[in-house]
């Protein structure tokens, strides 16, 4: 059973810094081809919506424009588990961040939040102005 566990996360400052962590247990590496993960956010009232994804294997990577610059997803070299840096963090980021896999992920459906089935529990980050 595909576990994520998150990490990091609390309360900063606008213009301050926050490390999150998560680390993917319970699957094999045989069905890594297609895996990606990545975070996404859930702000008060609004939608969850994708901030950065990597894939797996190749490493690459694909952020959401009003995180661009600022945010940077990467991955152990196990590729278990996936670290999002965000720095120069604005009230707006606040929200819950939640980690995501999949095992089938493609570019045309990288922002889906249906097309994840592994969520992570969540973990908040405020950012006060």
């Known amino acids: 059973q595909v576990q994520l566990a998150e990490s990091g996360g609390g309360s900063v400052q606008a213009g301050g810094s926050l490390r999150l962590s998560c680390a993917a247990s319970g699957y094999s590496a045989a069905g890594t081809i297609r895996k990606c993960m990545g975070w996404f956010r859930q702000g008060p009232g609004a939608s969850r919506e994708g901030v950065a994804i990597i894939y797996a294997r190749s490493g690459n990577v694909h952020y959401a424009d009003s995180v661009k610059g600022r945010f940077t997803v990467s991955q152990d070299d196990a590729r278990n588990t996936v670290t999002l840096q965000m720095n120069f963090l604005k009230p707006e980021d606040t929200a819950i961040y939640y980690c995501?896999?999949?095992?089938?992920?493609?570019?045309?459906?990288?922002?889906?939040?249906?097309?994840?089935?592994?969520w992570g529990q969540g973990t908040q980050v405020t950012v006060s102005s």
């Open positions: 995501a896999a999949s095992f089938d992920c493609s570019f045309t459906s990288l922002w889906i939040v249906q097309r994840y089935p592994y």
